[in-house]
C-alpha cells in the first residue's frame, strides 16, 4: 500500500473498502470472489434495434412555469375541470398528471398526456422531475408579470436538455388589461429563448386559460411537434415506467402515480421501484375510471404496493423470485453505502488521534459530548407529514435550510400519512414540533400533543409553513439589545450632602442638555469619551424636592447606587434597553 502511495491508509486500523480488499487480493496474487448473486438487479429492457417499427405513443407534455402564471387554469380549461379551485391558495402542490384526446394520429385521434408542475420556489424537486420525463415542455409565461425566478429555473432546465426535449412558449393571461406581450417576448429572448416570432425556431402561442382564447392552437402545436419528433414504444414486454407521486390512501395503502415509458402494465404484475415492490391490485386512470391495461404515454395511479415509493424512482416488471433477489441487494447496497459514510468517519477519526499522539499530545478520554462546543447552534426538530411524498421532500427541502451558524432546523424525519401516536412521541423524545402538510391532524392526536406539550404546525400552504418555522427559528437566535438615550446632563459641581448618623453623601449638581432624564432608567457616566459605569440612579431632587423626571434646561441633584466617583464636567446620559428579535 506504501509503494502504491497510500500511506494515510497502511495502517493497522485502517478500515478497508470492498474495493480495496479486491485490489490488494490481486496484489498478492489471488482472485478475489465475487458473488454474482449479490450484484443481481432488475435493468430496463435493452431498447429496439429499429424503432421504427413499433407504434406511436402519446405525447409526454409538461406544463412548467413561475407560481400563479395560470398553468393550472390552462389545463383546467382543457380538460373542462376545475382543479385550480380545489389546490390550496389556487397554488398547485403536487405533480397532476392526465390525458386529453385530440384529433389526428394513424387512427385518426390521439392522445396528449399532460403533467402540471408546481411553480412554488420550495418545489424545484419536482419540477425538475417533471422535466426529466417529458418530452415537450410548455412554458407557460404570464403576459402581465413577465419572466420571474421559477420562469428561469425552468429555461436552466431546457438548457440542460437541450435538443432531448421540445420547448413550446405559452404567452398566457393575454386577455388581461395593460399585459405586453412583445416585452415578454423580448425578455426571453434576453434569456436565450429564441422564439419563432422573431426569427428563432422555438413556437409561442398567445393563450388564455380563462377565456380559452388560442388553446386550440396550442394543441394543434403540441400536436404537430409530437408527430415531428416521431414518438414511439414497445407496447407489450416488460414495464418501465417512473414513480411521479406517491401517498397513503386509507383503505388502499400505499398508492402511486405511474407514467408508464415502455411496455404494458396489467393488474397482477410484479414490479419494483427503489427498494419497494408489489403487485398491482388495482390501476385507475386520473378520473378515477379501472384501467384493465396501461400503455406507454399513460399516467395511472397503482394500488398494490408494500411499501411507499418514492417519487422518482424508475418502475420496473420481473417474475416475483427475480424481484425478491433484486430487492434484498438493493437493501443490501443501501446498507453498505451508510455504512461506508461511518467508515470514512471511523478512519478520519483514528487518523486525527494518530497525528496528535505523533505531535505528542495526550488523548484524552472525555466523552465527545463535553468536547463540543456548549454554545454551538441551537437545533429546532422537525417531524415531517405530508400527503404525498413529493410534497414531503419539497417540504424537507425548502425547511433544512433555514437558519444560520447560530440556530437551524434539523429534519428528524419525514413520511407521508396522517399525524399518528407514534409521531407525538418521537417529538417529545427528540424536543421537536410537527410539521403538518395537506394532512388532517385528528381531534384525538390534537389532545394528546397538548399533553405532551407538542406543538403541530399544519398548514395546506409550503410557504405559510415556511414562514411559520423561520419565525420559530428566529425565537431561538439571541436577542438583539438596542440602547436609545433618552436624556442627557453635565455635572456642574459636586455637594456633601449630610444622611443620618453622621453620614455623608456626594451629590451631583447637574443640568439637563439633552432630552428627559428619568429616574427609573439606566444611566451610565461618560468621561472623557468613555464609559466609566453603569448603573441606576439613587436620588434625583428638584429644588430640594425628590422628583421622577427633570426636562432640559433644568437643573436637578443626582446620585448613583453604588458609585460616587463623579467629578466635574463628566456627562450623565440616562437610557433604555430594546429588545429586538434575531436576525437570520
Known amino acids: 500500500m506504501r509503494q502504491a502511495g497510500m500511506m494515510d491508509e497502511a495502517t493497522y486500523d485502517y478500515v478497508l473498502t470492498s474495493d480495496y480488499a479486491a485490489l490488494l487480493t490481486e496484489e498478492f496474487g489471488r482472485n478475489p470472489i465475487i458473488n454474482d448473486e449479490a450484484a443481481f438487479d432488475i435493468h430496463p429492457p435493452p431498447l429496439n434495434s429499429t424503432p421504427s417499427t413499433l407504434p406511436t405513443r402519446p405525447p409526454v407534455v409538461t406544463i412548467m412555469g413561475h407560481v400563479d402564471h395560470g398553468k393550472t387554469t390552462l389545463l383546467d380549461t382543457l380538460r373542462s375541470s376545475s382543479v385550480a379551485k380545489g389546490e390550496a391558495g389556487g397554488i398547485t402542490q403536487h405533480i397532476g398528471a392526465f390525458s386529453v384526446p385530440v384529433p389526428g394520429g394513424e387512427c385518426g385521434q390521439r392522445s396528449i398526456t399532460f403533467l402540471d408542475t408546481p411553480g412554488h420556489a420550495a418545489f424545484s424537486a419536482m419540477r425538475a422531475r417533471g422535466a426529466s420525463v417529458t418530452d415537450i415542455v410548455v412554458l407557460v409565461v404570464a403576459a402581465d408579470d413577465g419572466i420571474m425566478p421559477q420562469t428561469k429555473e425552468v429555461i436552466n432546465l431546457i438548457k440542460k436538455d437541450d435538443g432531448k426535449v421540445g420547448v413550446v412558449v405559452a404567452i398566457n393571461k393575454v386577455d388581461k388589461p395593460g399585459c405586453d ?3 415578454v417576448q423580448k425578455a ?4 436565450n429563448i429564441q422564439l419563432e416570432a422573431l426569427g428563432g425556431d422555438i413556437p409561442s402561442v398567445n393563450v388564455s386559460g380563462l377565456t380559452g382564447e388560442g388553446l386550440s392552437e396550442l394543441v394543434e402545436t403540441l400536436s404537430l411537434m409530437a408527430e415531428m419528433q416521431d414518438l414511439r414504444a414497445e407496447r407489450a414486454g416488460p414495464v418501465q415506467g417512473y414513480v411521479l407521486e406517491s401517498k397513503v390512501l386509507k383503505g388502499l395503502g400505499p398508492v402511486a402515480t405511474v407514467l408508464i415509458l415502455r411496455g404494458c402494465l396489467m393488474p397482477g404484475t410484479h414490479i419494483i421501484s427503489g427498494v419497494s415492490h408489489g ?5 385507475n386512470d386520473p378520473t378515477g375510471a379501472a384501467v384493465k391495461a396501461a400503455y406507454p404515454g399513460m399516467a395511472i395511479t397503482v394500488c398494490g404496493w408494500k411499501t411507499l415509493p418514492q417519487a422518482g424512482d424508475e418502475v420496473l416488471q420481473g417474475t416475483e423470485a427475480e424481484i425478491k433477489k433484486a430487492l434484498s441487494n438493493r437493501l443490501r447496497k443501501s446498507e453498505v453505502e451508510a455504512s461506508l459514510v461511518d467508515v470514512e468517519a471511523i ?3 483514528r487518523r486525527l488521534e494518530r497525528e496528535r ?9 472525555e466523552s465527545p459530548d463535553k468536547d463540543t462546543d456548549p454554545e454551538g447552534p441551537k437545533e429546532l426538530r422537525l417531524i415531517i407529514k405530508a400527503d404525498v411524498s413529493g410534497s414531503a421532500e419539497a417540504v424537507v427541502g425548502a425547511l433544512q435550510g433555514i437558519g444560520n451558524k447560530e440556530a437551524m432546523t434539523k429534519i428528524v424525519s419525514s413520511s407521508v400519512g396522517d399525524i399518528t401516536e407514534s409521531d407525538v412521541m418521537m417529538a417529545k423524545a427528540t424536543g421537536g414540533i410537527i410539521v403538518a402538510f395537506s394532512v388532517s391532524v385528528p381531534r384525538a392526536i390534537q389532545s394528546l400533543a397538548a399533553q405532551n406539550g407538542i406543538s403541530i404546525c399544519s398548514s395546506s400552504i409550503i410557504y405559510r409553513l415556511m414562514d411559520d418555522i423561520k419565525e420559530r427559528v428566529i425565537g431561538l437566535l439571541p436577542v438583539i439589545t438596542e440602547t436609545k438615550v433618552t436624556g442627557e446632563a453635565t455635572v456642574l459641581q459636586l455637594f456633601d450632602i449630610q444622611l443620618k448618623a453622621k453620614q ?4 451631583a449638581g447637574c443640568r439637563v442638555i439633552n432630552g428627559i432624564v428619568e429616574k427609573i432608567r439606566f444611566a451610565r457616566v461618560i468621561r472623557d469619551g468613555s464609559i466609566i459605569h453603569e448603573g441606576t440612579l439613587d436620588t434625583m431632587r428638584h429644588l430640594k424636592k425628590d422628583v421622577t423626571e427633570v426636562r432640559k434646561g433644568s437643573e436637578c441633584g443626582l446620585s448613583f447606587n453604588g458609585f460616587s466617583d463623579l467629578r466635574d464636567g463628566d456627562l450623565i446620559q440616562m437610557y433604555q434597553k430594546i429588545e429586538k428579535p434575531g436576525i437570520l
Do not use: C, F
Not at 357 to 365: A, F, I, P
Not at 504 to 507: D, E, P
Open 279 to 283: 403487485k398491482v391490485r388495482v390501476m
Open 504 to 507: 455623608t453623601k456626594k451629590v
Open 181 to 183: 406581450i412583445e416585452a
Open 357 to 365: 499522539r505523533e505531535l505528542g499530545v495526550e488523548s484524552t478520554n
Open 188 to 191: 426571453l429572448m434576453a434569456e
Open 347 to 349: 478512519n478520519s477519526t
